[in-house]
């Protein structure tokens, strides 16, 4: 009873020596640790995880049998092993590196909240969807192949910078005039954030699923590629059967109707969510005059 109390005494005694500063540093540290695991989780980086969390189970075991020949190869090949994941991991690396400067970093940490539109949020209005769905059964009328790339959260700056600048609002008068043929922006992807389209021509990854039907040319591939990489939508008008197409977390969903392409941007849409967000907030949680 007396070491219980003992120990007690000396736990208590370090606690009240903690300062505000090991505090600060204890809400820093869960912080990074948190976002780190949301980026993993994101990314392509959450599969690799799984599989090095094989690996090192593996060879914990080699440990425990004293498998010294596995243990030895292991030691000499991981230095090589942790460039060989900077090397793999290098776009989403990239990423992560141009998020931190990002304004939902920033206001993560800060726990003020301003009114913003939604397509800050990589939100769109039902008069976007209805814009959209317009043009991609006006075009597939006429066999004109067209490839809409709708943001989420993940940044598709990177593929925006292979295209030319448009900074447009979304109609379907324009997306059918960038789609012409023989026009100078219709070869290429245009990508749409919010209520916006931000560039047209733009070069998107081609997917490597054996699954897909050889039937299939790049500009589906295109979708699926750029749906595999990122959190995006991607909306397809096949230019040889008029069809339309919709790519989202690298599945490829065919020969949708009008009714059927709305249900898919509905998806992504988040409108329940944006609606809340419209309103001025002079702290999260609270909203201009709630007591």
């Known amino acids: 009873m007396s070491d219980i109390i003992r120990t007690l005494q000396t736990y208590f005694s370090q606690a009240s020596s903690i300062r505000i500063a090991d505090v600060l540093e204890i809400i820093i540290i869960s912080f990074l640790i948190y976002n780190i695991l949301v980026w993993i989780k994101k990314t392509k980086a959450w599969s690799l995880l799984k599989g090095i969390l094989i690996i090192a189970v593996f060879v914990l075991l080699a440990a425990v049998f004293e498998m010294n020949t596995i243990l030895w190869i292991v030691n000499n090949l991981f230095s090589v092993a942790v460039i060989a994941v900077v090397v793999i991991l290098q776009p989403e690396l990239r990423r992560a590196m141009e998020e931190l400067g990002n304004k939902k970093m920033i206001l993560s940490i800060i726990p003020f909240d301003i009114s913003r539109s939604g397509s800050e949020f990589g939100r769109f209005s039902d008069r976007t969807i209805n814009e959209i769905t317009k043009a991609c059964f006006e075009m597939g009328k006429v066999r004109t192949g067209a490839l809409i790339v709708i943001e989420q959260e993940q940044s598709l700056s990177e593929y925006e910078r292979t295209g030319i600048e448009v900074d ?62 990122t959190d995006s939508m991607t909306v397809i008008v096949s230019e040889e059967t008029g069809h339309i197409s919709v790519a989202y977390m690298g599945r490829l969903y065919r020969n949708l109707d009008q009714e059927g392409l709305k249900d898919k941007l509905k998806i992504i849409q988040n409108k329940n969510e944006e609606e809340g967000k419209d309103k001025k907030f002079l702290w999260k949680g609270r909203t201009k005059g709630e007591k």
């Open 168 to 229: 447009a609002i979304v109609s379907s008068q324009l997306l059918i005039n960038i789609f012409e043929h023989n026009t100078p922006l219709h070869d290429g992807a245009v990508i749409v954030r919010g209520n916006r389209v931000t560039s047209a021509t733009c070069y998107l990854p081609l997917s490597d699923n054996m699954m897909l039907s050889k039937e299939l040319g790049t500009r589906h591939r295109a979708g699926v590629g750029i749906s595999e990489a």
